[in-house]
């Protein structure tokens, strides 16, 4: 019989330290959490170290770890509940190692469609704009310095495996990086609730190659990053609402974005 890690375990010990962001940055690696992320990952070449299981877990998914060319580890459920950040932890999470891309892969080819956070604090919204950018087909989403971790617990939840698909930047000093960007070709557009462009009048500017910039969720962008941008972006509202969420504004304006660009001729 298999004996199982508990919670004094050395690398469950070690697994746990990934569930802060000083731990992930010194080791190099972070913890993805739930059937869907382990799948992404296993499906991404060498994203996973090692995946850890409880006997439920293992049992309910045993096609996909017999399939997993990394070691898999059984462990009791209270050592399982360490390595989880969720009320009802689900007993299935992979090793994986850090996405970071540097950001002057971005300037030396960019992707046609992107996105930069600034500042962004909410680790929920930082996986949704994650799993939104991946929807709409961008290729990159760059964190910028003070922005919440995309490698945190509830980020990668949210993201819903969308981390394995794009290209992660974090840390970017952005007020160097977007000047960069549009020496290079990229159309910089800043959602602003008060900017003096609609989006439903940029035209040939969403042709590509275009990077979104949003800001903080209760502040937006930073002033000082906006007037960086080739234009400040703001979505009409026909009712009677004040503003939008982050998340559904970022979903708009990349949902706008795919069409213009996948559709020209409707621009």
């Not at 042709?207 to 930073?222: M, T």
């Not at 004040?242 to 213009?260: F, G, K, M, P």
Request: charged share 20%; proline share 6%; with cysteine.
């Amino acid at each position: 019989m298999t004996e199982l890690l508990t919670e004094r375990s050395a690398r469950v010990v070690a697994a746990r330290k990934l569930t802060r962001r000083a731990g992930r940055d010194a080791a190099g690696l972070f913890l993805a959490e739930g059937r869907q992320a382990v799948v992404e990952a296993l499906a991404t070449p060498d994203g996973v170290r090692e995946v850890y299981a409880t006997e439920a877990a293992a049992a309910a998914h045993r096609e996909l770890l017999a399939g997993a060319r990394v070691p898999v580890r059984l462990l009791t459920d209270k050592a399982a509940a360490g390595l989880s950040e969720t009320v009802t932890p689900q007993g299935l999470v992979a090793v994986c190692g850090l996405r970071d891309v540097d950001p002057t892969a971005l300037t030396a080819s960019p992707p046609r469609l992107s996105v930069a956070l600034a500042e962004l604090a909410d680790p929920g919204n930082a996986g949704t704009v994650l799993r939104t950018a991946d929807a709409c087909g961008a290729g990159a989403v760059v964190f910028g310095a003070g922005s919440a971790d995309p490698y945190g617990g509830k980020a990668v939840r949210a993201s819903a495996g969308s981390l394995f698909h794009v290209d992660v930047v974090r840390g970017a000093p952005l007020e160097e990086l977007l000047p960069a960007l549009r020496r290079a070709g990229v159309t910089v557009l800043a959602a602003d609730g008060g900017g003096e462009a609609p989006l439903d009048a940029l035209g040939d500017r969403l042709a590509g190659p275009v990077l979104w910039l949003f800001g903080n969720e209760a502040r937006g962008v930073p002033a000082g990053l906006a007037a960086l941008a080739d234009a400040r972006v703001r979505i009409p509202m026909r009712g009677r609402a004040e503003s939008l969420n982050l998340a559904a504004a970022a979903a708009i304006c990349l949902y706008t974005t795919q069409l213009a660009q996948e559709n020209p001729r409707e621009r």
